[in-house]
């Protein structure tokens, strides 16, 4: 008995170690995805490519979510920017309190006014934040060492099915560990370009010299 299950253990060993990196990718995403995709049945597998993953900002988990945080914080500062302008807007519409404007007007203007200036504080302070966030990132990926390997950077294309049943195509990008048992990140790409955009800006001097 002993020896039989010390057999299939080793068959077990041998077994798993002639999978591809592709294959073993793509058994851990697909227990990633039946946890996430709406018709998990509809899941089809299109395309996986492997590569080594090396320490850099779209690798490396806490460079990643700090970025996400920035990328958040960015989009609510030019949110709260636009309201801003529009705001000023129906002031200059309304114009002014004069001997010659109506109450209404005035309270309008006013109102206005109010809101302009409490958005233009709110991405004031957004902004000071997404400053912050993007000089400790900066910091961060300063620190890295680009050359150490971490894990896997996996691309994985598949067909699915939308929560409406249409039939759609996913383009994710995976960073998983070296053993492929952890996913240590997962990027949508046809989503989260936003966060890639405030990546770059921290190649140039922007958050160094940009103040409200």
Known sequence: MKKILFLLLASTVILASCKSNEEKAEELIKKELSKTLYDFDSYQPIETIVNEAKANVFNDTTC???AEVLAFGMEKTIEYANKCTK???YMDIYGPPT???SSYSD???YKYKA????ALEEAQNSHRTCKRVALELKELV???DTTEVIGWEVTHRFRCKTKGGSAAIGNYRYVIDKDFETVLLREDTDEDEHVREAIKTLETDYWENMDL
Do not use: D, M, N, T
């Open 64 to 66: 990643w979510h700090k």
């Open 87 to 89: 705001a000023k807007e």
């Open 99 to 101: 001997s010659y404007s």
């Open 107 to 109: 309270k309008q203007y």
């Open 115 to 118: 809101e302009c200036e409490e």
């Open 142 to 144: 300063s620190k890295l």
